[in-house]
């Protein structure tokens, strides 16, 4: 395949046929605010149950546990459950391409996900061992990426090219609003972890109903399911960057950016705490989410709905990464509450753009659309891999290599990066 051809011609074996199933067509008929709306909830209580342990909790959790290990305690947790996402979130989705249940595709899973991560973070509120917490954060991963697999590919699914920025932008407000939720919850429950994972599994469990009955997830027929075959299905989570590019450089340039990211963010209370040696490091978090938050959503929603009025992705995906990287000198350099909250806002300003625009590009290099939640897993792979790597990166800086500084700056030359990378994609402008 030429580097100018669609993704899903017609020459791709796993392309679809011209004549094939509605439900696997290319849509043209844009979404409705009721469905976006649904898509955004799910977004914000999936978010809030991730970040709400990861930001606070957790490390909540560890200091209980073992306070003189809290760092690798966190980073033992959470590097887990993102192993397990990696594997969890293209699996779901590629279950969710062959199912073919009268309530949808996405849906089913959606909801299993749901109630899946929250029975476990109601485990994970009681857990008073380090392994247990293991088990349990794993469990919630799970679940999640479950639902968010499914939620995910629905977006290709259902939303025309020209409204996927704006829909991105959106999805990203979720995100962030989620993400600002957990901080909240962090801060009112006062060090009471244990409210504080209820208080996630609530909000995750109710997020993902008004999505359940106004899904829009049209049944796949019978018929269009391929046979099962374990090793074809096996095989099909290797998508080759020689073959597929631009897919190829899309995920390189997601992963490099979501390492920068989550270096910054994944000690966020040990640096309040330890550093700046600010009296309230829960609230801090949440004064700095906050800031965050309200930037990525104000850059996101215009951000996303920008690109689609010119047709042009690439452009603001190297300028918000390159902001991106910019947050993380300046966390580096200026170790102050001063410089923590301009840190934060660029990082905001830089990741709502992000979010919205490079959502849009990856589903228009996505190779088949008989596989779309297959392959926006393997994308999403992109967003859990960092959870692995990050902390893992900052546990080496912050004990080995010379500290904050180090980390920082670290995380803004990896996320430097995905702006370099993201030239390499010729298929979209």
């Given at each position: 395949m030429s580097l100018s051809d669609s993704p899903a011609s017609?020459?791709?074996?796993?392309?679809?046929?011209?004549?094939?199933?509605?439900?696997?067509?290319?849509?043209t008929v844009k979404v409705t605010p009721r469905w976006i709306t649904g898509l955004v909830l799910v977004n914000v209580g999936i978010n809030a149950a991730f970040f709400g342990p990861i930001n606070v909790f957790i490390g909540q959790q560890a200091i209980g546990i073992d306070p003189a290990n809290k760092e690798a305690i966190l980073s033992l947790v959470t590097g887990c459950g993102a192993a397990v996402s990696l594997v969890a979130n293209p699996l779901f989705g590629a279950l969710s391409d062959r199912t073919v249940s009268g309530f949808g595709r996405r849906a089913p899973w959606v909801l299993a996900g749901a109630v899946l991560a929250t029975a476990a973070l109601l485990a994970m509120s009681g857990a008073g061992a380090v392994a247990l917490m293991v088990l349990f954060w794993c469990l919630v991963q799970l679940g999640a990426n479950a639902a968010y697999a499914s939620i995910t590919a629905a977006v290709p699914d259902r939303v025309p090219v020209l409204q996927r920025g704006g829909v991105g932008g959106l999805a990203a407000m979720g995100q962030t609003a989620g993400i600002l939720l957990g901080a909240v919850f962090g801060a009112v429950v006062s060090g009471n972890y244990m409210v504080g994972y209820w208080l996630c599994a609530g909000a995750?469990?109710?997020?993902?109903?008004?999505?359940?009955?106004?899904?829009?997830?049209?049944?796949?027929?019978?018929?269009?399911?391929?046979?099962?075959?374990?090793?074809?299905?096996?095989?099909?989570?290797?998508?080759?960057?020689?073959?597929?590019?631009?897919?190829?450089?899309?995920w390189l340039t997601r992963f490099l950016v979501n390492v920068g990211n989550q270096m910054t963010i994944v000690y966020l209370l040990f640096f309040l705490r330890d550093v700046i040696k600010h009296d309230d490091p829960a609230l801090g978090v949440l004064i700095l989410t906050g800031i965050y938050a309200v930037m990525v959503m104000v850059t996101a929603v215009l951000a996303g709905p920008w690109s689609d009025r010119t047709g042009k992705r690439k452009p603001f995906v190297i300028g918000s990464s390159a902001t991106i990287a910019c947050a993380g000198l300046i966390m580096a350099f200026f170790p102050v509450w001063t410089g923590a909250l301009v840190g934060a806002a660029v990082l905001g300003i830089g990741f709502g753009a992000y979010l919205?625009?490079?959502?849009?590009?990856?589903?228009?290099?996505?190779?088949?659309?008989?596989?779309?939640?297959?392959?926006m897993g393997v994308i999403n792979v992109a967003n859990s891999l960092p959870q692995v790597f990050a902390p893992m990166l900052a546990f080496l800086s912050i004990t080995f290599l010379g500290g904050y500084v180090t980390l920082f700056t670290t995380a803004a030359v990896i996320g430097l990066l995905g702006a370099v990378f993201v030239v390499k994609i010729k298929s979209v402008a």
């Open positions: 017609a020459q791709d074996p796993g392309a679809v046929p011209s004549g094939g199933p509605s439900v696997l067509d290319e849509p995750l469990l109710f997020s993902v109903l008004p999505y359940l009955f106004h899904r829009n997830d049209p049944p796949l027929p019978r018929e269009a399911r391929e046979p099962f075959h374990l090793a074809t299905f096996a095989r099909g989570f290797w998508i080759s960057p020689v073959r597929y590019p631009d897919f190829a450089w899309a919205a625009v490079d959502f849009a590009l990856l589903t228009q290099v996505l190779p088949h659309a008989i596989s779309r939640g297959k392959d």
